[in-house]
Protein backbone atom coordinates (compact mmCIF):
# COMPACT_ATOMS: atom_id res chain seq x y z
CA UNK A 1 0.00 0.00 0.00
CA UNK A 2 1.46 3.23 -0.99
CA UNK A 3 2.05 6.06 1.59
CA UNK A 4 -1.28 7.90 1.01
CA UNK A 5 -3.67 7.23 -1.49
CA UNK A 6 -6.45 9.16 -3.48
CA UNK A 7 -10.18 9.07 -2.16
CA UNK A 8 -11.35 5.48 -2.87
CA UNK A 9 -14.92 4.09 -2.80
CA UNK A 10 -15.46 1.38 -0.32
CA UNK A 11 -18.70 0.14 1.41
CA UNK A 12 -18.60 0.79 5.47
CA UNK A 13 -19.37 -2.55 7.15
CA UNK A 14 -18.81 -2.02 10.44
CA UNK A 15 -17.78 0.69 12.59
CA UNK A 16 -16.38 -0.46 16.50
CA UNK A 17 -14.43 1.54 19.34
CA UNK A 18 -11.06 0.80 19.92
CA UNK A 19 -9.07 2.80 22.61
CA UNK A 20 -10.20 6.19 24.06
CA UNK A 21 -11.37 8.43 21.07
CA UNK A 22 -10.58 5.96 17.86
CA UNK A 23 -12.55 4.01 15.98
CA UNK A 24 -11.82 0.67 13.86
CA UNK A 25 -13.88 0.93 10.32
CA UNK A 26 -14.58 -2.57 8.75
CA UNK A 27 -14.41 -1.57 4.83
CA UNK A 28 -15.37 -3.55 1.66
CA UNK A 29 -13.51 -1.96 -1.51
CA UNK A 30 -14.17 -3.94 -4.82
CA UNK A 31 -10.38 -3.84 -5.71
CA UNK A 32 -9.30 -5.36 -2.20
CA UNK A 33 -11.96 -6.65 -0.28
CA UNK A 34 -11.85 -6.30 3.48
CA UNK A 35 -9.91 -3.52 4.38
CA UNK A 36 -9.77 -3.12 8.36
CA UNK A 37 -8.55 0.89 8.59
CA UNK A 38 -8.65 3.03 11.90
CA UNK A 39 -9.84 6.74 12.00
CA UNK A 40 -8.14 8.38 14.42
CA UNK A 41 -9.93 10.36 17.26
CA UNK A 42 -12.91 9.69 15.10
CA UNK A 43 -15.23 9.78 18.66
CA UNK A 44 -13.97 12.82 19.35
CA UNK A 45 -14.14 14.89 16.36
CA UNK A 46 -16.26 13.85 13.14
CA UNK A 47 -15.22 16.76 11.08
CA UNK A 48 -12.58 14.31 8.69
CA UNK A 49 -15.17 11.30 8.85
CA UNK A 50 -18.88 12.84 8.24
CA UNK A 51 -19.51 10.07 5.72
CA UNK A 52 -18.27 7.57 7.86
CA UNK A 53 -21.34 5.71 9.10
CA UNK A 54 -22.45 1.58 8.78
CA UNK A 55 -23.74 1.00 5.29
CA UNK A 56 -22.65 3.82 3.29
CA UNK A 57 -20.76 4.15 0.24
CA UNK A 58 -18.04 6.55 0.57
CA UNK A 59 -14.66 7.54 -0.66
CA UNK A 60 -11.38 6.91 1.69
CA UNK A 61 -8.32 8.37 1.92
CA UNK A 62 -5.96 5.62 3.39
CA UNK A 63 -2.43 5.94 4.90
CA UNK A 64 -0.47 3.52 6.07
CA UNK A 65 0.71 4.07 9.58
CA UNK A 66 3.34 2.16 11.90
CA UNK A 67 0.83 -0.20 13.21
CA UNK A 68 -0.53 -3.10 11.16
CA UNK A 69 -3.75 -1.64 9.96
CA UNK A 70 -3.71 1.24 7.80
CA UNK A 71 -4.77 5.29 9.12
CA UNK A 72 -8.34 6.18 7.81
CA UNK A 73 -7.15 10.23 6.64
CA UNK A 74 -10.47 11.39 5.42
CA UNK A 75 -13.94 9.99 4.33
CA UNK A 76 -16.54 11.23 2.36
CA UNK A 77 -20.49 10.36 1.30
CA UNK A 78 -21.01 9.39 -2.14
CA UNK A 79 -24.30 7.56 -2.00
CA UNK A 80 -27.41 7.82 0.22
CA UNK A 81 -26.23 4.34 2.31
CA UNK A 82 -29.63 3.24 4.09
CA UNK A 83 -31.05 6.84 3.97
CA UNK A 84 -32.28 9.19 6.98
CA UNK A 85 -34.16 7.62 9.55
CA UNK A 86 -34.38 3.65 8.20
CA UNK A 87 -36.51 1.75 10.42
CA UNK A 88 -35.69 -1.23 12.67
CA UNK A 89 -36.11 -3.88 9.57
CA UNK A 90 -34.34 -2.10 7.29
CA UNK A 91 -31.60 -2.08 9.71
CA UNK A 92 -32.00 -5.91 10.56
CA UNK A 93 -31.78 -6.41 6.44
CA UNK A 94 -28.78 -3.85 5.59
CA UNK A 95 -26.95 -5.62 8.83
CA UNK A 96 -27.10 -8.99 7.69
CA UNK A 97 -26.77 -7.60 4.22
CA UNK A 98 -23.24 -6.17 5.62
CA UNK A 99 -22.48 -9.32 8.03
CA UNK A 100 -22.44 -11.81 5.19
CA UNK A 101 -20.47 -9.15 3.13
CA UNK A 102 -17.69 -9.07 5.70
CA UNK A 103 -17.71 -12.94 6.13
CA UNK A 104 -17.54 -13.55 2.44
CA UNK A 105 -14.59 -10.70 1.71
CA UNK A 106 -10.92 -11.12 2.40
CA UNK A 107 -8.22 -9.14 2.33
CA UNK A 108 -6.34 -7.51 -0.33
CA UNK A 109 -8.73 -10.14 -2.92
CA UNK A 110 -10.05 -8.01 -5.74
CA UNK A 111 -14.24 -8.87 -5.44
CA UNK A 112 -16.10 -6.50 -7.76
CA UNK A 113 -19.30 -8.72 -7.96
CA UNK A 114 -19.22 -9.28 -3.91
CA UNK A 115 -19.00 -5.19 -4.34
CA UNK A 116 -21.83 -4.88 -6.72
CA UNK A 117 -24.05 -7.43 -4.70
CA UNK A 118 -24.37 -5.06 -1.60
CA UNK A 119 -24.47 -2.13 -3.19
CA UNK A 120 -27.87 -3.67 -4.91
CA UNK A 121 -28.56 -4.89 -1.53
CA UNK A 122 -28.82 -1.54 0.24
CA UNK A 123 -30.19 0.00 -2.19
CA UNK A 124 -33.17 -2.30 -2.30
CA UNK A 125 -33.38 -1.78 1.25
CA UNK A 126 -32.90 1.85 1.61
CA UNK A 127 -36.27 1.83 -0.85
CA UNK A 128 -38.64 0.10 1.51
CA UNK A 129 -39.17 -2.62 3.49
CA UNK A 130 -42.73 -2.75 4.19
CA UNK A 131 -44.45 -5.86 3.58
CA UNK A 132 -41.60 -6.98 2.06
CA UNK A 133 -38.64 -7.68 4.18
CA UNK A 134 -39.27 -11.66 3.76
CA UNK A 135 -38.61 -11.29 0.31
CA UNK A 136 -35.45 -9.02 0.78
CA UNK A 137 -34.03 -11.81 2.68
CA UNK A 138 -34.78 -14.33 -0.05
CA UNK A 139 -33.36 -11.90 -3.27
CA UNK A 140 -30.33 -10.51 -1.43
CA UNK A 141 -29.32 -14.33 -0.31
CA UNK A 142 -29.76 -15.79 -3.65
CA UNK A 143 -28.06 -12.68 -5.60
CA UNK A 144 -24.82 -13.62 -2.91
CA UNK A 145 -24.91 -16.91 -3.73
CA UNK A 146 -24.73 -16.14 -7.57
CA UNK A 147 -22.63 -13.34 -6.84
CA UNK A 148 -19.67 -15.87 -5.34
CA UNK A 149 -20.72 -18.56 -7.81
CA UNK A 150 -22.45 -21.25 -5.92
CA UNK A 151 -26.16 -21.11 -6.64
CA UNK A 152 -27.25 -23.96 -9.43
CA UNK A 153 -28.77 -22.77 -12.22
CA UNK A 154 -32.39 -22.23 -11.83
CA UNK A 155 -33.51 -22.35 -15.27
CA UNK A 156 -32.12 -25.91 -16.09
CA UNK A 157 -33.12 -28.87 -14.53
CA UNK A 158 -30.30 -30.74 -12.79
CA UNK A 159 -31.24 -34.14 -13.57
CA UNK A 160 -32.28 -33.70 -17.74
CA UNK A 161 -31.15 -30.28 -18.39
CA UNK A 162 -34.63 -29.29 -19.39
CA UNK A 163 -36.42 -25.80 -18.09
CA UNK A 164 -37.37 -25.44 -14.95
CA UNK A 165 -40.29 -22.54 -16.40
CA UNK A 166 -42.93 -24.69 -15.55
CA UNK A 167 -42.61 -25.22 -11.93
CA UNK A 168 -39.91 -27.40 -9.92
CA UNK A 169 -38.60 -29.52 -6.91
CA UNK A 170 -35.43 -28.03 -5.11
CA UNK A 171 -35.07 -31.22 -2.74
CA UNK A 172 -31.22 -30.56 -2.43
CA UNK A 173 -29.79 -26.72 -2.05
CA UNK A 174 -26.37 -27.47 -3.34
CA UNK A 175 -27.58 -30.01 -6.41
CA UNK A 176 -29.85 -27.49 -7.56
CA UNK A 177 -33.82 -27.94 -9.20
CA UNK A 178 -35.78 -30.62 -10.22
CA UNK A 179 -37.97 -30.01 -13.43
CA UNK A 180 -41.62 -31.53 -12.68
CA UNK A 181 -40.98 -34.61 -14.83
CA UNK A 182 -38.25 -35.72 -12.96
CA UNK A 183 -39.34 -34.79 -9.71
CA UNK A 184 -42.62 -36.74 -8.78
CA UNK A 185 -45.79 -34.83 -8.59
CA UNK A 186 -45.93 -34.25 -5.00
CA UNK A 187 -42.37 -33.27 -4.57
CA UNK A 188 -42.93 -30.40 -6.85
CA UNK A 189 -42.32 -27.39 -4.33
CA UNK A 190 -41.82 -24.72 -6.17
CA UNK A 191 -44.80 -22.83 -8.80
CA UNK A 192 -43.20 -21.44 -12.58
CA UNK A 193 -43.94 -18.01 -10.89
CA UNK A 194 -41.37 -18.34 -8.15
CA UNK A 195 -39.14 -20.21 -10.77
CA UNK A 196 -39.08 -17.27 -12.58
CA UNK A 197 -39.03 -14.54 -9.88
CA UNK A 198 -36.02 -16.58 -9.15
CA UNK A 199 -34.38 -16.35 -12.13
CA UNK A 200 -35.25 -12.75 -13.30
CA UNK A 201 -33.51 -11.27 -9.63
CA UNK A 202 -30.37 -12.82 -10.37
CA UNK A 203 -30.08 -12.03 -13.90
CA UNK A 204 -30.31 -8.49 -12.31
CA UNK A 205 -29.41 -7.80 -8.93
CA UNK A 206 -31.21 -3.77 -9.17
CA UNK A 207 -35.16 -5.83 -9.32
CA UNK A 208 -34.57 -6.81 -5.66
CA UNK A 209 -37.07 -4.35 -4.59
CA UNK A 210 -39.62 -4.40 -7.20
CA UNK A 211 -39.45 -8.60 -7.06
CA UNK A 212 -39.48 -8.38 -3.13
CA UNK A 213 -42.76 -9.57 -2.95
CA UNK A 214 -43.03 -12.36 -5.35
CA UNK A 215 -40.03 -13.86 -3.49
CA UNK A 216 -41.76 -13.67 -0.22
CA UNK A 217 -44.95 -15.29 -0.88
CA UNK A 218 -46.01 -18.38 0.94
CA UNK A 219 -45.38 -19.94 -2.26
CA UNK A 220 -41.88 -19.44 -2.29
CA UNK A 221 -41.27 -20.89 0.95
CA UNK A 222 -39.36 -23.72 -0.23
CA UNK A 223 -37.21 -21.32 -2.07
CA UNK A 224 -36.30 -19.07 0.80
CA UNK A 225 -35.26 -22.52 2.89
CA UNK A 226 -32.85 -23.91 0.09
CA UNK A 227 -31.39 -20.79 0.22
CA UNK A 228 -30.85 -20.12 3.50
CA UNK A 229 -29.97 -23.45 3.69
CA UNK A 230 -27.15 -23.10 0.95
CA UNK A 231 -26.01 -19.31 2.76
CA UNK A 232 -25.40 -21.71 5.73
CA UNK A 233 -23.39 -23.82 4.13
CA UNK A 234 -20.82 -21.49 2.23
CA UNK A 235 -21.25 -18.82 4.82
CA UNK A 236 -20.56 -20.70 8.02
CA UNK A 237 -20.82 -18.34 10.13
CA UNK A 238 -23.83 -15.90 9.32
CA UNK A 239 -26.33 -17.73 12.24
CA UNK A 240 -24.92 -15.02 14.23
CA UNK A 241 -27.31 -12.08 14.43
CA UNK A 242 -30.22 -13.92 12.56
CA UNK A 243 -32.40 -13.88 15.57
CA UNK A 244 -33.11 -10.21 15.47
CA UNK A 245 -33.47 -10.71 11.43
CA UNK A 246 -36.44 -13.28 11.96
CA UNK A 247 -38.38 -11.18 14.81
CA UNK A 248 -37.92 -8.16 12.70
CA UNK A 249 -39.30 -10.24 9.54
CA UNK A 250 -42.28 -11.54 11.35
CA UNK A 251 -42.65 -7.70 12.85
CA UNK A 252 -43.14 -7.04 9.19
CA UNK A 253 -45.90 -9.36 8.65
CA UNK A 254 -47.76 -9.53 11.30
ZN1 LIG B 1 -35.65 -32.99 -15.32
Known amino acids: MAPTEALQPCIVLRLQAYGEADEIAVLLHPLRGRVDAIARAARKSRSR???????????AMLQSGRGRLPNLREVVALGPGLGDAPSWTALCLASHATDLAAQCAQPEHEDTRLYAWLRHAIAA??????????????????TLL???GVLADLQVCARCHRSTAA?????????GLLCSACASIDKV??????????????????????LAPALGSAAAGVAAHRIAQRVAQ??????KGS???????AADEG
Open 146 to 148: DAL
Open 167 to 175: GAAWPDPEA
Open 243 to 249: ELLREAI
Open 189 to 210: GLPADVVLALALVVDDPRRLHD
Open 234 to 239: VVPGVR
Open 49 to 59: FSGLAPFAEVG
Open 125 to 142: VREGTAGRARGLRVGIEA
